[in-house]
């Protein structure tokens, strides 16, 4: 009954494949985001959905690729892995309007070697 | 640009005692915060939110503080307990960029028993 799951929770990977990470949310909820979190603890916005609309696009390499199948799926794919994409991901999930927080996913570590 | 200040210090604090975390942020067109609680291996979790049209809001324990005068936020935590130890962060939303959360950079709390 977790409110927002992501899959897989450790990733481990060498330079140069190709992997996605998925997530799912039983909330309700119509946007969902993915937010990457450094080495510092740093949280920053990538991407955001709004009923399977790209809504936010950050400055993100294009080798990452969001897909919302439906408003209550937002996977990401990332091609052509480098080291420094090395870091926790977090995906997300909110109420557009009405100012409301975000209810987080545990989080995916990927490791790039 | 919009930012939401706090470096990344980590406050010791003695089981009992009250904890204050405090945040600037720079956007001045925002009109809502949260603070966020984040445990090892975990995603961030909700505490406490606050809207522009309030300068003080409490819940369970916490209280949070909003001054629009100088941008700026604080999160009090009343009798410390040992789980309260986190690393925790402040978070602006707009309103105007598709309900994005920026947050700041974060504040470990170590409780000392």
């Known amino acids: 009954d977790t409110a927002v799951s992501q899959t897989p929770k450790y990733l481990v990977t060498q330079m140069g494949n190709d992997k996605s990470i998925k997530c799912e949310q039983n909330?309700?909820?119509?946007?969902m985001y993915w937010y990457k979190q450094d080495s510092k603890k740093f949280l920053k916005i990538m991407f955001s959905?709004?009923?399977?609309?790209?809504?936010i696009n950050e400055t993100v390499p294009n080798r990452f690729s969001p897909k919302s199948p439906d408003k209550a799926h937002l996977n990401l794919h990332i091609n052509s892995l480098e080291l420094g994409d090395s870091a926790v991901y977090f995906c997300?999930?909110?109420?557009?309007?009405?100012?409301?927080?975000?209810?987080f996913g545990s989080g995916t570590r990927l490791t790039v070697v | 640009g919009e930012s939401v200040g706090l470096h990344l210090p980590t406050l010791s604090v003695q089981e009992g005692d009250n904890s204050i975390i405090n945040c600037a942020y720079s956007?001045?067109?925002?009109?809502?915060f949260i603070w966020y609680k984040q445990e090892s291996g975990k995603g961030p979790q909700f505490i406490i939110d606050?809207?522009?049209?309030?300068d003080k809001r409490q819940g369970q324990r916490v209280t949070v503080l909003l001054n629009k005068t100088v941008k700026h936020l604080s999160l009090q935590i009343a009798a410390t307990q040992p789980g309260d130890s986190a690393v925790y962060f402040c978070?602006?939303?707009?309103?105007?960029?598709?309900?994005?959360?920026?947050f700041g950079g974060g504040t470990r709390v170590l409780v000392k028993p």
């Open positions: 606050i809207r522009s049209n309030m």
């Open positions: 909330l309700g909820h119509d946007t």
């Open positions: 956007n001045s067109a925002s009109d809502y």
């Open positions: 978070a602006e939303n707009n309103g105007a960029a598709g309900n994005k959360l920026t």
């Open positions: 997300a999930s909110s109420q557009m309007y009405g100012n409301y927080g975000y209810t």
């Open positions: 959905y709004n009923n399977k609309e790209l809504i």
